[in-house]
Structures are given as structure tokens and as C-alpha cells.
């Protein structure tokens, strides 16, 4: 088959993503040294490190919005090189930690927005992709809202707003950077259900946050990054361990764990202290 012209056949039992060894320089410096993750079906996984450690950058990189200087990225069994356009917005949405909010537009034009990835150039929605539009609101908890203009919401609105909109692209995967960051702890606890809901329902989710205990409490699996390097991958139970915490945010911090519950104990201030 001529270059090019292949079309991409993803593998059912393939892992929804798989990073290896993904390298990223950015003017002159070597931003992400080497990072790996592999994502399963029904899944979510989260990434943590402090700031800086270089997770966004990561997470560009396997979405495909910034092309890596080495290692290697797998949809679905397809090569990321392979992947471009609809067909990229076909296995993976992406909810960047800084959304650029347009003004005068609704929430419902923004979700049908979403939904456009899967539209031919000057196509309008179909019925089908209607209903799709209104299951994604249905599901981000934004009944009522869909005349709403974007710039009239909080923030833990407009955080469902995106999440609604990479939803309606209806891809298996949602990536979703730092979605709770600015958010309060009830706000925090929405979004954080509704993430749950759609590992439930089969998708795989990867969560970008650097709240360790936010991780600890909804993550099936954690991957530790610092310094441009992903550290350690494994549950929040085995990973996140007094000796990591301390050795990579400087902490001395706990998780401790009490009937299905998790919380991160630290020491805020130095005990000895006089
Ligand atoms: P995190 O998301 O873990 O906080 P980032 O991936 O945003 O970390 O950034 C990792 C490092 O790369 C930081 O030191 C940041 O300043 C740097 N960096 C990220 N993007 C760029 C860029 N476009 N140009 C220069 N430096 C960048
Ligand atoms: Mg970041």
C-alpha cells in the first residue's frame, strides 16, 4: 500500500493509550526527559508531580498537540504519526488546564461545537449527533444550562462546560488537565463523580492534578512525575508512600487509608519546631 494511503485499524484489545520513553525539548531544553504510561479500558489514571515536573507537557504530547522528540505513542495499537484530525479527536478529548473562554456563546452552541469533530466541512448535525449533544449535557449535569452564556458561569460550571464538549466528540478517552485546580471542594466533588461515572460506563479517563489526595481518593492507578521523568506507576496504595512524598514535593506526608476512605496526613509545619 502506497505511503499515507493506510488507514488506521486500531486493535480492540490493544491498551486504550500507550506512552514510552516520550521526550520533549522545547528551545534548547530538555523539558520532559522521559516519560511512559499505558492506560486501560474502564480506567482512570492519574498523573501527579509537583509543579513544573512537566505533566502538561506530557499530556500535549500524547494528545498530539506537541510533536515529541523521542519516544514512542500508541492509540489504540496506532501509532500517534498516524493519527491526525477527526481521526485523532475519534480515540482522545482533551480539556486543557487553560481554556480560552469565547465570548457570546451559549453552553449548547459550545457542546454542538464539541460535536463538530465529527462533521464533513459545511455539514450540519444530525439527528443522531443531536442526541449526542444532549447526552454529553445530560451527563456533565448541565440540564437548564444550555442558553447560558459561557461567560455567565463558575467555575466549576464551565469546568463541566468542557468536559460536556469533549464528551459530545464521543472518544473513548478523556484527558482532562488540572480540571478541579480552581475549584472548591463541592465543586471538586462533582467533577470528581462525574469522572467516575464515565470510567463506569467503559471509558478510560487520565486525570492530570497535582491535589495528591484528590488522586489518591478517585485514581485506580497514579503516575508520579518530577523533573521532566515519570518516577513511579502503580495504585495510590503501593505509590504514594511517605519516602516518594518525601522525596519528591520535600513533604513529610501520609496517605492513610480507613474504610474506603483515603486522606493525606501531613505535617505542615516542622514539629520540633520552638
Ligand atoms: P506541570 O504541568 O507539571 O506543572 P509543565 O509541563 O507545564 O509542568 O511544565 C514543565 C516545565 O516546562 C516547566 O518548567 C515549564 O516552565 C516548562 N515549559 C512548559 N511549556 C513551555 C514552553 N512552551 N516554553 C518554555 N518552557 C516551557
Ligand atoms: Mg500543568
Redesign the pocket.
Known sequence: MAPGRRTAAFERKAPLLEAKEVQVT??GEE?LESASLDLRRGELLAIV?P???????FARAFCGLRRPQGGEVRWMGVPLTELRGRKLAGVRAYVPQRAQVPTGVTVQAAVNIGRSTHLKPLQGLSGEDREAVRESIARARLEGFEDRDLSTLSGGEMQRVQIAVALAQGAPVLVADEPTAQLDLGATAAISKMLRELVSGGMGVVLIVHDLALAAAIADRVVV?SHGRTIATGTPEAVLTGQLISEVWGVQAELVHREGRSALHVEWLDQHQT
Open positions: 522545547i528551545g523539558i508531580g509543579n513544573g515536573a512537566g505533566k502538561s507537557t512525575m
